[in-house]
């Protein structure tokens, strides 16, 4: 968010409490869901399917995830990767 992407930056997360500290972070729109995922095909699978619910990017476009493996641990964000839309 500090360098001000022109795409909007979507933040999903078991917590009500870090929703509402990303709400005030320029450009982020965060979503909470409390689903803990035990892989990471379920974790992308959810990403894309809030992506398409907000409306964000077309079909054929690339969505950059960024996650932590293990899933659920804190400070672990560990993995960047992209997936079509």
Do not use: C, H
Not at 12 to 39: C, H, K, Q, Y
Not at 53 to 68: C, F, I, Q, R, S
Request: glycine share 8%; proline share 5%.
């Amino acid at each position: 968010a500090r360098e001000r992407p022109a795409r909007p930056i979507l933040a999903i997360t078991l917590s009500t409490e870090v929703a509402r500290r990303l709400g005030l972070v320029w450009g982020v729109r965060a979503f909470v869901n409390p689903e803990v995922f035990n892989d990471i095909t379920k974790l992308q699978d959810t990403a894309l399917a809030m992506a398409r619910a907000a409306k964000v990017g077309n079909k054929g476009e690339y969505l950059v995830v960024t996650a932590g493996y293990p899933i659920g641990v804190r400070g672990m964000t560990n993995l960047i990767y992209t997936v079509k839309l």
